[in-house]
């Protein structure tokens, strides 16, 4: 049984199919979920435009949705005591029967991933990951009942030379997903998308819908965006194409494109939900621009595109607490992709060859993974300590917060005699407002262009 909530993951899960990373079983079982904020409203897995293409892999499609309705799939899992009459009743409504269950899911820490394995106690699970928080800790402590199931996690090769956290604490083998099944299937939806109407070479804005998540508010992310396009013809580009979240408010592009009126370049905002790997094939941008989004590393990884981020320094600050799950994504994009401020580094930038990029993040990313989840993996607490210890300067301070390195003894706490600091009230106060005049000057020189 496979449970896909993207078509990203589900084209992740195809590939995988299409390479035999899967052993052969009786039957396939696809089960959608709609995790939007209000699925009633949002198009489902099976309503994107190329599902079809990829639903051949499959004996039988199910709805997670309807199974649970009216509860939303981030939100309801089963009591305790409610397991075995939710497995009989789960076995019934899918025709199941007595068959051995393996579980295939994405996100294993949160619902529904968790809820299903949960549901079936006794079914051995792999998890796929289809984006970079692979790389990152575990967000929660999971429970041992559920992650000594766990007998691999699948994953893109997104970033050559970096191996997923994600999972080690249960000595779960990392297994990457082939790149050339992945393009593949991808350049399949590509070759069956509809016409799109945009210029091909032009540069290309990825939209997150990040005010969704309380990481921006949505004035910020409107701005952000308008920084981007202004990013973006500083480099000399005159036309731009923008691909909004799925779910982001149609009123934003409307800034967009008064900015690019006042700018003189011609603006496309795509209005159909498409994947940005088959904006990659199909118009084959001269420059792809985004905050973290997933799709600037299969830009530069998979496509050999030119990608730059905007914003990234920003979410590493305002990231709340340390341990959020989007600091490993935030922190790979930083790290790997060039300034869009900078845009000679932009010009000159090319991706890394080879296993460069996986080598040059792994000291990063084991001590930002052991701050952020020390008690989960405190074996890393000997790699964090040397490249702190070595690395700490101003541009990898923006990874760490001091608060977070003092309160784990490590490189870059606070002095002992200063330790009282943190804690102290008029201490904070000071810091609260030194912070929010921070926070007023960067919106200010941010609507100054």
Partial sequence: MFLASTLYGAATLAAALDAGRFAPAGRRLLLVSNNAAIPETTPSLQDA????????????????????????????????????????????????GDDDIELIVESIQVNPALALAQLFPGAPVEVYADGLMSYGPTRNKLDPLIGTRVRRLLHLDLVPGLRPLLLTEFGVPAEIVPTEAFTEVLAHLAASAAEITAPKGAALLLGQYLSALDILTPVEEEELHVRMLRGAVELGHRAVVFKPHPTAPARWSRMLEEEAGRLGVELVVLDTPVLAEVLYQRLRPALVVGCFSTALLTASALYGLPAARLGTELLLERLTPYQNSNRVPVTIADALLPDLNRPETVRGWTPPAGTAAGEQLTGLLSAVGFAMQAQIYPELRPAAERYLAANLNPHTWRYFKRRRLTSLALPGALPSQLAFLPRNPTVRKVARRARAMQRRLVKRTAALG
């Fill in 49 to 96: 435009p190329g599902f079809e293409l990829l639903r051949d892999r499959f004996d039988g499609l199910l709805s997670w949705n309807e199974t649970i309705r009216p509860f939303h799939p981030g939100g309801w899992s089963p009591r305790a005591d409610d397991v075995p009459l939710w497995e009989r009743h789960l076995r019934l409504l899918w025709d199941l």
